[in-house]
């Protein structure tokens, strides 16, 4: 069977659609579930019952070397060398006895009870942050907390310099333009930057592997290490493994808490709702992840032809979910459209974390910094409400989706 033909208004990258994707996400399950998106040569799957089964599905990939590959096709695979060398050995392009290998040796620095352990750290850091604004009366939630919180509890959770979260920032914009680029994007130039930003990246983590290599400490990179010096991970793999926790750590929990803050100022009766009771905590992060994912986008690779409603998905296919489409697809959730703090989870679920055995190993960190920085931030400025004077600036692209800026009063 041919592929689906994709109308002028189910553009996945038109201007529209990515700053408002809500009615492309409709239209994307009743017209076409699964459909060929042209313009990004690129399969979308946006039924939540597919998406599901299809982060289980061996016969989609986690690997998406051909993907990179494709989008520097005028300027060759040797362009991107060095940033193909450092992603390859990632837990997040492996599949099988690979990715088991290193998410096992991975895990034990994301358990319940070794992220619990840092929950006062969290807590600290934003008191911090909040203590620098609390008599302004006004800042941009952006620049002051949702770019601040992530690096600095990231950098400690691997045991690395605060002060060197200003690197992390220049190196991680690069990479997040490069996996998502632009319409317009000149891949020329992003080629470069990216090369760049993982040698600097790779070079400066490989110092600090060396470093816990000889005093070892009770951070994720030493427990890494000492993974390495059983002879269950490489050099290469510490080094790689570090690099996505802190750029994925830092990219997508600063637009996720955005997002939630913004979810609440932008519904009253539910920000009223949580103010009335706490312990709609934990649901309205999980709400703002199903409604207003950070990541709402994320591709796969078909090893072998397989027919998915009745279209053939051929092997060497690019394959996106569409989790910000699965998360509202009415067959699942009711009023799918309605933010809803008190949602019932007991049936169904988000797919803002992923599912299955790539769900996001970073979950929980994120869970818990969602958690304490928005208890903290609505303690501590009880009359938080948007600033009228300046209007949100969004920054959107298939790959993540939040604020460039969010000003607020209290």
Same mark, same amino acid.
């Given at each position: 069977?041919?592929?689906? =033909?994709?109308?002028?208004?189910?553009?996945?990258?038109?201007?529209?659609?990515? =700053?408002?994707?809500?009615?492309?996400?409709?239209?994307?399950?009743?017209?076409?579930?699964?459909?060929?998106?042209?313009?990004?040569?690129?399969?979308?799957?946006?039924?939540?019952?597919?998406?599901? /089964?299809? +982060?289980?599905?061996?016969?989609?990939?986690?690997?998406?070397?051909?993907?990179?590959?494709h989008q520097v096709q005028s300027l060759g695979p040797a362009s991107i060398q060095g940033f193909m060398k450092i992603i390859r050995n990632q837990v997040f392009m492996k599949d099988g006895t690979e990715h088991i290998r290193l998410r096992r040796n991975m895990n034990p620095?994301?358990?319940?009870?070794?992220?619990?352990?840092?929950?006062?750290?969290?807590?600290?850091?934003?008191?911090?942050?909040?203590?620098?604004?609390? /008599?302004?009366?006004?800042?941009?939630?952006?620049?002051?907390?949702?770019?601040?919180?992530?690096?600095?509890?990231? /950098?400690?959770?691997?045991?690395?310099?605060?002060?060197?979260?200003?690197?992390?920032?220049?190196?991680?914009?690069?990479? /997040?333009? +490069?996996?998502?680029?632009?319409?317009?994007?000149?891949? $020329?130039?992003?080629?470069?930057?990216?090369?760049? =930003?993982?040698? =600097?990246?790779?070079?400066?983590?490989? $110092?600090?592997?060396?470093?816990?290599?000889?005093?070892?400490?009770?951070?994720?990179?030493?427990?890494?290490?000492?993974?390495?010096?059983?002879?269950?991970?490489?050099?290469?793999?510490?080094?790689?493994?570090?690099?996505?926790?802190?750029?994925?750590?830092?990219?997508?929990?600063?637009?996720?808490?955005?997002?939630?803050?913004?979810?609440?100022?932008?519904?009253?009766?539910?920000?009223?709702?949580?103010?009335?009771?706490?312990?709609?905590?934990?649901?309205?992060?999980?709400?703002?992840?199903? +409604?207003?994912?950070?990541?709402?986008?994320?591709?796969?690779?078909?090893?072998?032809? +397989?027919?998915?409603?009745?279209?053939?998905?051929?092997?060497?296919?690019?394959?996106?979910?569409?989790?910000?489409?699965?998360?509202?697809?009415?067959?699942?959730?009711?009023?799918?459209?309605?933010?809803?703090?008190?949602?019932?989870?007991?049936?169904?679920?988000?797919?803002?974390? $992923?599912?299955?055995?790539?769900?996001?190993?970073?979950?929980?960190?994120?869970?818990?910094?969602?958690?304490?920085?928005?208890?903290?931030?609505?303690?501590?400025?009880? $009359?938080?409400?948007?600033?009228?004077?300046?209007?949100?600036?969004?920054?959107?692209?298939?790959?993540?989706?939040?604020?460039?800026?969010?000003?607020?009063?209290?």
């Open positions: 069977m041919t592929p689906t =033909a994709v109308p002028v208004d189910l553009n996945p990258v038109s201007p529209q659609n990515l =700053a408002d994707p809500v009615a492309f996400y409709r239209e994307l399950q009743r017209r076409a579930p699964v459909y060929w998106a042209e313009p990004i040569h690129t399969w979308l799957v946006s039924r939540h019952e597919d998406v599901m /089964a299809g +982060f289980r599905d061996p016969r989609l990939s986690a690997n998406r070397t051909a993907f990179f590959e620095g994301f358990t319940a009870q070794s992220l619990d352990k840092w929950r006062p750290a969290i807590r600290r850091t934003m008191e911090q942050l909040l203590e620098r604004v609390s /008599a302004r009366g006004q800042m941009d939630l952006v620049k002051e907390i949702s770019y601040e919180l992530p690096p600095l509890v990231i /950098a400690e959770l691997l045991g690395i310099p605060v002060e060197d979260r200003e690197r992390f920032r220049a190196w991680s914009k690069p990479i /997040a333009d +490069f996996s998502s680029p632009a319409p317009d994007a000149d891949m $020329g130039v992003l080629v470069q930057e990216v090369n760049r =930003a993982m040698m =600097a990246f790779s070079g400066y983590l490989t $110092g600090i592997v060396e470093e816990r290599r000889s005093a070892p400490g009770a951070d994720v990179i030493s427990q890494m290490v000492s993974a390495e010096e059983e002879g269950k991970l490489s050099t290469e793999e510490v080094v790689a493994n570090a690099l996505l926790l802190i750029f994925a750590g830092h990219t997508t929990t600063t637009d996720q808490f955005s997002n939630c803050v913004h979810d609440l100022l932008t519904h009253p009766d539910q920000l009223q709702a949580l103010r009335d009771n706490p312990g709609l905590l934990d649901s309205t992060i999980e709400e703002s992840v199903r +409604f207003n994912p950070a990541v709402p986008f994320i591709g796969r690779f078909a090893v072998e032809d +397989f027919e998915l409603r009745g279209q053939t998905i051929p092997k060497g296919s690019h394959v996106m979910f569409a989790l910000g489409a699965a998360n509202r697809d009415p067959e699942v959730f009711s009023e799918p459209d309605r933010f809803d703090i008190t949602r019932d989870r007991t049936q169904t679920r988000h797919l803002g974390f $992923g599912f299955g055995p790539h769900q996001c190993i970073g979950s929980g960190l994120a869970r818990r910094e969602l958690e304490i920085a928005l208890e903290l931030l609505l303690q501590r400025l009880p $009359g938080l409400r948007l600033d009228e004077e300046h209007t949100p600036v969004k920054h959107h692209s298939l790959a993540f989706r939040g604020f460039s800026s969010l000003h607020v009063r209290w």
